[in-house]
């Protein structure tokens, strides 16, 4: 598995398996890790505990770059999805 944390590491690695060390933060879809320049939705996690919240943290899993969650609004109103695309992990593993 390869190990991964900056954006180029990401981007080299869409559909495949990698393990990335970055930073543990939430947001309103789902537990994200931070790592260099880029953030990296882990779905399968509803959040990380308040303890590991701006502590170091890896994740397994198949990287995916998607606009699945984007923002489709056609009656000009304000949405609740995300603006744009991003990677996701949707089977994330959290290692110990």
């Known amino acids: 598995m390869r190990e991964i944390d900056d954006v180029a590491g990401v981007r080299a690695s869409i559909g495949t ?4 060390r970055g930073t543990a933060q939430n947001d309103k879809l789902s ?9 990296i939705y882990c779905l399968d996690l509803e959040h990380w505990p308040a303890d ?4 170091p943290v890896i994740i ?13 609004p056609s009656d000009g109103l304000a949405s609740q999805s995300t603006s744009g695309s ?8 959290a290692v110990p």
């Open 17 to 20: 398996p990698v393990r990335v």
């Open 31 to 39: 537990a994200v890790l931070e790592a260099r320049g880029v953030t």
């Open 52 to 55: 590991r919240i701006g502590k």
């Open 60 to 72: 397994e899993g198949t990287i995916e770059h998607t606009d699945q969650f984007a923002a489709h």
């Open 86 to 93: 991003f990677f996701v992990i949707r089977r994330c593993t």
